[in-house]
């Protein structure tokens, strides 16, 4: 039945309008929505029904850190990347340091991977009333091939193998498994993917409603470009390779309105014993990325 008239605007027309505002209000997640056809639909309702209200974190930080900003030639992915490597409050280039490898979500960059947040705010966090301890943090563009191997472009070997090099040079990252990595949504995926294919140089693991698909036939009727053909998929598939992470620290949260959290549930499921799982209210949204920074943030500095 058709709802009623608002000035010439049916109630579908409206929730249409409603899931604009909804995909605006998601940042960077609102790319990986419209990608998977969520937008109009499902997302849309559950924000008007209330399932994506999520308090807003009262966020208190130190000064910032420094943070650095430049871009090089990549031979993994045959192109220029940009990159950022952020210190905490206290610390300058020159100071050694635990590392984040941080990974943006589809259609970010280095400069967003943190929910709107910059890197150096995010390192400046306090949670729990206390400020965190102190870790750097870098991030590179991966372009939006879901940061496993395509033809001519591999983001994975690019963090790998130029990346977190950079960073060690710097003095950050260096020692034994001193080295954790985060993500949000696409880049929530990427997170667990790097850990399960480098267990021996990274301790810890914090996923963001990561974007996870649970055949190779799902992932290519709504993004194409994720995997270059179904054995791309499958050896990038992180919950069949969860055993990976056995000794691995993992935290995994998810909203329980996520498009993409029948795939988290998958994952969660393959898990060690030990893993750190948030299941909460919330959808693939701003609000929800960014009320899971901290708790994450927190997480990765005890393990590192």
């Not at 058709?2 to 309008?17: E, V």
Request: hydrophobic share 45%.
């Amino acid at each position: 039945m058709t709802g009623p008239d608002h000035g010439g605007i049916s109630r579908r027309r409206l929730l249409g309008i409603g899931s604009v505002a909804a995909v605006a209000a998601t940042g960077a997640g609102g790319f990986e929505l419209v990608a998977r056809g969520v937008v109009p639909g499902k997302q849309a309702l559950d924000w008007i029904d209330g399932a994506c209200s999520v308090a807003a974190p009262a966020l208190v930080s130190s000064s910032p850190g420094p943070s650095l900003s430049g871009s090089f030639y990549s031979r993994a992915r045959r192109r220029g990347v940009g990159y950022t490597i952020a210190y905490p409050p206290g610390h300058r280039p020159g100071s050694r340091l635990p590392l984040i490898i941080a990974m943006h979500g589809f259609g970010g960059s280095h400069a967003s991977v943190l929910a709107g947040l910059s890197a150096a705010r995010g390192l400046a966090l306090h949670v729990d009333g206390r400020q965190l301890p102190p870790m750097a943090l870098a991030a590179a563009d991966g372009g939006g091939g879901y940061w496993n191997p395509h033809p001519g472009d591999d983001p994975m070997g690019m963090v790998i193998d130029e990346l977190i090099p950079l960073c060690q040079r710097r003095g950050l990252g260096l020692g034994i498994r001193r080295i954790g990595t985060l993500g949000i949504s696409m880049g929530g995926y990427g997170a667990i993917l790097l850990a399960e294919k480098y267990p021996d140089l990274f301790r810890a693991a914090a996923a963001i409603s990561p974007a996870i698909w649970t055949s190779y036939e799902q992932a290519r009727n709504v993004n194409q470009g994720a995997y270059a053909s179904a054995a791309a998929f499958a050896s990038a598939d992180v919950v069949t390779h969860a055993r990976a992470l056995t000794d691995m620290a993992v935290r995994v949260a998810s909203g329980q309105s996520d498009p993409f959290h029948p795939g988290v549930e998958a994952l969660v499921r393959r898990l060690p014993p030990g893993a750190v799982v948030d299941i909460s209210k919330g959808c693939h949204s701003g609000p929800f990325f960014l009320s899971q920074i901290p708790p994450s943030l927190a997480f990765l500095a005890r393990h590192l």
